[in-house]
């Protein structure tokens, strides 16, 4: 199998033209030569320090420019020279509306061509990824080298399924240890993990501020505004130093049109745009992903935190988050892989694992599911491969954690305990909670803590308390979420699972929803929506969960709706429902006349659940009735914000 790798021509062309070189001599520049190796698992890493983050003062010296932000740091503030904009409010509104002029994601993946067909591109964008990154980085004011000494460790997450999952246990049990202190031997106490644990995950579902948390709550408004503006003034001032609103222009500027990101559903914003000075706007910002990743790395190193968990985006290889060196990773996941984002990542497993597996540092164990048959064992092989085997790092130590081990320890009293507690339910959860026991227990030994036997000893059944309550307390918005609506009469299950292998597991989960609760035969619905992808996959993958209790869980009524929150205004046209039909036409399909599924097609989120809430009260004696969300974040977010809005005082967690 040949997997195609960026060439060093292709790089270092790319840094030619990215960085302006203009004269024969400066092609051999230092900064050049550095750029054209400077990927955070190349050796050696420090030279990158030469490029000074942005200047806020023109006396500041380069030694004192190159100085990381300690926990403690102040921000410098700017000289009376510097251009700054007019009457400019810093409001979390005004936030939430310059994010929103972002270039979008979708807009950079539709540069990698059609998800169902092989690239298309000649120029390999991957390739043009790392180098922007560590641009970007740079203007912020910040190298890979200033995030290690700041004193920031991260356990560094990337998969298909459940990476969302296992970052936020792995944060959990690392918010127990919290204060937790060492005695050195000069006498003095340090806290080990830190204050504050940091956490950046996606995708967010009601609110942007969900992507960035502090000890599993999502950051305030108050600090996201502040530490959005103080991020969005340093590209702007970095822009203004070099005369360049880009540091590098070779995939923001492919796509002219800029398509507004849906920041939030939290609350819209308002208003019409100002006239804005050309460097304070958008044009000298990176793409969304990328600016959101950039102020999670500036909101750690200025509340002073220790600890973080950092979950990739797409891919690994080439994630924006992949700027961290080896130095200041101390563990490395790999969760389930299934086939997404092809166009970018290759069309088969083996071909996606060699990008997930990019995260792998030298010297820093990576931690991964053991994975059984034919293309299993290709898939492992690559990730074997890429971690003992590459030219350019040392050995990474891999560990396979084995189902059996998992099993065992799952069906044991203990590890029942947990499935019966814990908030994030489902049968695959034991395998998402099994990584993060190993990379939170890594973790705690690189920064210094001992746990007795289960330090040395990988026994699940061997974790300390604190593990356990750090797995029971984890919660992800969105994800196997239930809540009961005593008002309705309806208890939720929402899941924004969209690929095959995720929506097999939710039907897993949602067949299994009474396992451990006295429960009645209740009425059961279906409210799906999928806008980009082939509908009869992913609706014949939820039923395939169900497995041999599918008559007993089959749906009672489905309804296929749009993710507009709102019904179509006066005077809007009417809304295509082509692709709700298509999906209904596919689910009818695969249960069959004999099912007797009422279904619908709905134009808005808050129809369906009208229609819903009706369903479930149309006669007081039937049972409560269960209500399955799936098919889309975008579609739980409404729904969501839908039932908040009409209030949910009968709602218990």
Not at 66 to 86: D, F, G, H, I, V
Not at 118 to 132: R, S, Y
Not at 620 to 638: I, N, Q, R
């Amino acid at each position: 199998m040949i997997i195609n790798r960026p060439n060093t021509a292709t790089r270092r062309l790319y840094h030619l033209h990215a960085y302006k070189v203009r004269s024969p001599a400066t092609v051999n520049s230092p900064a050049v030569k550095i750029l054209s190796s400077s990927h955070p698992r190349v050796r050696p890493i420090r030279p990158f320090r030469s490029f000074s983050p942005i200047s806020v003062s023109t006396s500041t010296s380069v030694s004192t420019q190159n100085r990381p932000l300690s926990s403690s740091a102040k921000m410098s503030e700017p000289t009376k020279a510097t251009k700054r904009p007019r009457s400019r409010p810093e409001t979390y509104e005004e936030a939430l509306r310059r994010l929103s002029l972002l270039q979008s994601n979708k807009q950079i993946v539709n540069l990698f061509g059609n998800d169902s067909s092989a690239p298309k591109k000649t120029e390999d964008i991957n390739a043009l990824a790392m180098p922007e990154m560590l641009a970007w980085l740079s203007r912020a004011g910040y190298t890979p080298a200033s995030l290690t000494e700041s004193g920031l460790r991260v356990v560094h997450v990337a998969g298909t399924k459940g990476k969302g999952s296992v970052s936020t246990l792995v944060s959990s049990i690392l918010t127990e240890y919290t204060g937790a202190s060492h005695e050195f031997p000069d006498g003095r106490r340090r806290k080990l993990v830190g204050d504050k644990v940091g956490l950046y995950t996606s995708p967010h579902v009601l609110s942007v501020r969900e992507r960035i948390q502090l000890n599993g709550v999502p950051i305030s408004r108050e600090l996201f505004t502040k530490y959005f503006f103080e991020l969005w003034d340093r590209l702007s001032e970095a822009a203004r130093e070099k005369g360049d609103l880009l540091p590098a222009s070779s995939i923001q500027t492919r796509t002219t049109s800029v398509e507004p990101q849906s920041t939030t559903t939290e609350e819209t914003v308002e208003g019409k745009e100002e006239e804005e000075d050309e460097y304070d706007g958008p044009a000298t910002k990176p793409f969304y992903f990328r600016f959101l990743t950039l102020l999670a790395f500036h909101v750690f190193a200025r509340e002073g935190v220790r600890s973080a968990v950092v979950e990739c985006g797409i891919g690994g290889e080439y994630d924006p988050t992949n700027i961290l060196e080896a130095e200041c990773v101390t563990a490395s996941v790999i969760t389930q892989l299934g086939i997404d984002h092809v166009s970018m990542l290759g069309d088969t497993l083996p071909k996606i694992a060699w990008h997930k597996a990019g995260i792998f540092k030298e010297g820093r164990w990576a931690y991964t599911r053991a994975l059984r048959g034919e293309e299993g064992e290709e898939v492992m092989k690559v990730l074997r491969q890429r971690a003992s085997h590459e030219k350019d790092r040392g050995i990474t130590p891999l560990t396979e954690v084995q189902d059996s081990e998992v099993e065992k320890w799952w069906n044991s009293d203990f590890g029942q305990r947990i499935a019966r507690d814990a908030k994030l339910r489902g049968p695959f959860q034991k395998y998402n909670m099994a990584l993060a026991v190993n990379a939170a227990r890594e973790h705690l030994f690189r920064m210094g803590m001992t746990l007795g036997e289960f330090t040395n000893h990988k026994r699940l059944k061997d974790m300390p308390e604190d593990f356990v309550k750090g797995l029971m307390k984890a919660s992800l918005r969105g994800r196997c979420e239930k809540f009961h609506d005593r008002n309705h009469r309806t208890d939720w299950f929402i899941d924004g699972a969209h690929t095959e292998d995720s929506l097999r597991g939710v039907g897993e989960w949602f067949a299994g929803r009474g396992e451990y609760f006295d429960r009645e035969e209740q009425p059961r619905v279906l409210l799906f929506n999928q806008q980009d992808r082939d509908p009869a996959a992913l609706i014949r993958a939820l039923l395939s969960g169900f497995g041999d209790r599918k008559k007993k869980s089959e749906f009672n009524l489905a309804i296929f709706t749009r993710n507009e929150e709102k019904p179509p205004g006066d005077g809007e046209s009417r809304r295509d429902l082509s692709v709700q039909e298509k999906a209904r036409d596919a689910f009818l399909e695969l249960v069959g006349e004999e099912a007797h599924v009422e279904t619908f097609t709905m134009d808005s989120v808050e129809a369906s659940v009208e229609l819903i809430w009706r369903n479930a009260n149309r006669d007081k004696k039937d049972p409560w009735c269960d209500v399955l969300v799936t098919g889309s974040f975008h579609l739980v977010g409404a729904v969501l914000k839908t039932i908040d809005s009409w209030g949910r005082s009968g709602v218990k967690d």
